[in-house]
């Protein structure tokens, strides 16, 4: 498995940015497709994006799509969200995920088998 640590939440007015970083060690995290995934309280896990190993394909849910890019450096072993025009529906714990894949996305949170521990995304009107 992979270890993943996320990093860069914090607290942002709407209409801001924010970019979170997803550090990767362990196996080799090239071979991995990568997903970020939020929770509000209150409220069920939900897919924000996710991108395949290489990088060349990438999806979005409709609510974040055109406001957030999923991107990676696999030289840094690291996959980046970077998130603009958030809005106060933005807040939540952002987790990334990890899957060994040689290429495909996958939208949904059963199809990964590594966590990271989440950071704190709010949204403040």
């Known amino acids: 498995q992979v270890q993943l640590v996320e990093s860069g939440g914090g607290l942002v007015q709407a209409g801001g940015s924010l970019r979170l970083s997803c550090a990767a060690s362990?196996?080799?995290?090239?071979?991995?497709?990568m997903g970020w995934f939020r929770q509000a309280p209150g409220k069920e896990r939900e897919f924000v994006a996710t991108?395949?190993?290489?990088?060349?394909?990438?999806a979005y849910s409709d609510s974040v799509k055109g406001r957030f890019t999923i991107s990676r450096d696999n030289a840094k072993n690291t996959v980046y969200l970077q998130m603009s025009s958030l809005k106060p529906e933005d807040t939540a714990v952002y987790y990334c995920?990890?899957?060994?894949?040689?290429?495909?996305?996958?939208?949904?949170?059963?199809?990964?088998?590594?966590w990271g521990q989440g950071t704190q995304v709010t949204v403040s009107a």
């Open positions: 995920a990890a899957r060994l894949d040689s290429g495909r996305t996958y939208i949904y949170g059963s199809s990964y088998d590594s």
């Open positions: 991108i395949s190993s290489s990088g060349s394909r990438t």
């Open positions: 362990g196996r080799t995290s090239s071979s991995y497709a």
